[in-house]
């Protein structure tokens, strides 16, 4: 297993644009987590998922922003009607469980122009 | 809502020499983590120390926690300028570990 990957690595958009991130986690693990992380910043929770339930979503996330699990594998994050403000680095992570440490992928930095 | 913050946000070092960061958080947690960053990666999970536990070892790193106080230090001893990076705690107050929550990182920076 080669840890979590996160695809694409950069992403540039036009204000107003659908983007869509895919996480894959590791694969034992049954809890997948997204957080954002702007420059200068601790990353900022958005939601997470066991295994394809999504238990708990943060308020930042908008309802432009939507993410899913299906069958509890690889998650999507999707941002409708980008704006200037969501530019940050979304970060995927993965756990094996309550408490366990997270495995971070490299995320994904996307720059809306 | 931002539970832990680190202490100092930034630090520089000579290389060799030890390297001391501190969290604070506000409410009581069941596990407490920290967390390393290189400048634009992921974040990689360095220990995990828990509300029972007072410290915790891994190679040149030390963890100590003091519930009693809601603080939390890391010490890298003998630094390398591959230390140089963004260090983060992370604690799950009050939600058992369902997610962590992150503070704002110590940036700290090793000279050779």
């Known amino acids: 297993d080669t840890g979590v990957s996160q695809d694409p690595r950069h992403k540039i958009t036009k204000r107003g644009q659908n983007v869509t991130f895919r996480c894959d986690p590791i694969?034992?693990?049954?809890?997948l987590y997204w957080y954002r992380q702007t420059l200068g910043q601790g990353p900022e929770f958005l939601t997470y998922?066991?295994?394809?339930?999504?238990?708990?979503k943060s308020r930042l996330l908008s309802d432009r922003f939507s993410a899913e699990r299906p069958k509890g594998s690889f998650s999507t994050l999707e941002i409708q009607r980008t704006e200037q403000g969501d530019s940050a680095m979304y970060l995927c992570?993965?756990?094996?469980?309550?408490?366990?440490?997270?495995?971070f992928g490299s995320g994904t930095r996307l720059t809306v122009v | 809502s931002q539970q832990g913050e680190e202490d100092p946000q930034a630090l520089s070092i000579q290389e060799g020499e030890n390297a001391t960061m501190n969290c604070s958080y506000k409410?009581?947690?069941?596990?407490l983590q920290w967390y390393r960053q290189n400048s634009g990666r992921g974040l990689v999970h360095l220990i995990l120390?828990?509300?029972?536990?007072r410290e915790k070892h891994s190679g040149r790193l030390r963890v100590t926690l003091d519930t009693s106080k809601k603080s939390s230090s890391l010490l890298i001893t003998a630094s390398r300028a591959a230390d140089t990076a963004s260090y983060f705690c992370?604690?799950?107050?009050?939600?058992?570990?369902?997610?962590?929550?992150f503070g704002p990182g110590t940036r700290l920076s090793v000279l050779p």
């Open positions: 992570a993965s756990s094996p469980g309550t408490g366990a440490g997270y495995t």
């Open positions: 694969s034992e693990h049954n809890r």
């Open positions: 998922f066991q295994n394809e339930a999504q238990l708990e």
């Open positions: 409410t009581s947690i069941n596990n």
């Open positions: 120390i828990r509300s029972n536990e």
């Open positions: 992370a604690t799950d107050a009050d939600n058992y570990g369902q997610n962590f929550v």
